[in-house]
């Protein structure tokens, strides 16, 4: 089960490794409220593997409103204040870790040639943000946010670059495994020459993850295989 070359781990958060019971939404949609008074800004649209940077600027053109960075980053940060509050009002039940993540994410980080960190759309402060109400988020070191780049094949690319920096090699020498669970994350993983490990934890199947070319899918990681190929088994 040890990898045979150094791995750059790069977990998604909604849907992957979290539930927050629609936190993220209703943030989202409190923050167009109070800057552009449109709560139905997002509401045409699947929100599931986009960078949030990417949602905001969809929900823009929707609602006919200009785009321009001053103005995204100004709904960002209204989203991420409202969610600071949202993830508190959610109870234990409907805001969870799924199944077997938690045990995976340790047992990476306790191997040697394992760099484990984020692959995700959120902002870095959406992410801290969601991860510290489950008390997960100081178990990764480093990531790929929608802050770093609103393309999820770019953003991804650099969780990957930042993974092998800490590693001390070349990420071109790396096995880069992205962990996710919509069809965004698999072409992600393709567009940089990753593996993909799909987890129908989200809105998506394992069938579909494994039709849109996921390396592996598992309903959940308490597969009993999952870890095994987390890991470099197979």
Not at 35 to 62: E, N, W, Y
Not at 102 to 110: D, L, M, N, T
Not at 172 to 178: N, S, W
């Amino acid at each position: 089960m040890g990898a045979m070359r150094p791995t750059v781990l790069l977990f998604d958060i909604d849907g992957t490794l979290v539930t927050t019971g629609g936190a993220g939404r209703r943030s989202m949609e409190a923050a167009f409220e109070k800057l552009h008074g449109r709560r139905d800004a997002c509401d045409s649209f699947p929100m599931s593997g986009m960078t949030d940077r990417a949602i905001v600027r969809k929900a823009m053109h929707i609602i006919g409103v200009e785009d321009s960075a001053a103005a995204i980053d100004a709904v960002i940060d209204a989203y991420v204040a409202h969610l600071a509050e949202e993830v508190h009002k959610v109870d234990d039940q409907r805001y969870l870790v799924f199944p077997g993540m938690r045990e995976a994410v340790k047992e990476a980080r306790s191997r040697s040639g394992f760099a484990v960190g984020l692959g995700t759309g959120n902002v870095r402060e959406g992410a801290r943000v969601k991860l510290e109400r489950v008390s997960i988020y100081d178990q990764f070191d480093f990531g790929g946010f929608g802050c770093d780049n609103e393309d999820r094949t770019e953003l991804i690319r650099c969780g990957a670059k930042a993974g092998a920096a800490r590693l001390g090699v070349p990420v071109e020498e790396c096995r880069v495994v992205v962990i996710g669970d919509t069809p965004k994350d698999v072409h992600a993983a393709q567009g940089v020459g990753a593996e993909c490990i799909g987890v129908g934890t989200g809105t998506f199947s394992v069938q579909a993850l494994l039709d849109a070319g996921a390396t592996v899918a598992f309903p959940d990681f308490s597969h009993p295989q999952a870890l095994e190929i987390l890991l470099g088994g197979r």
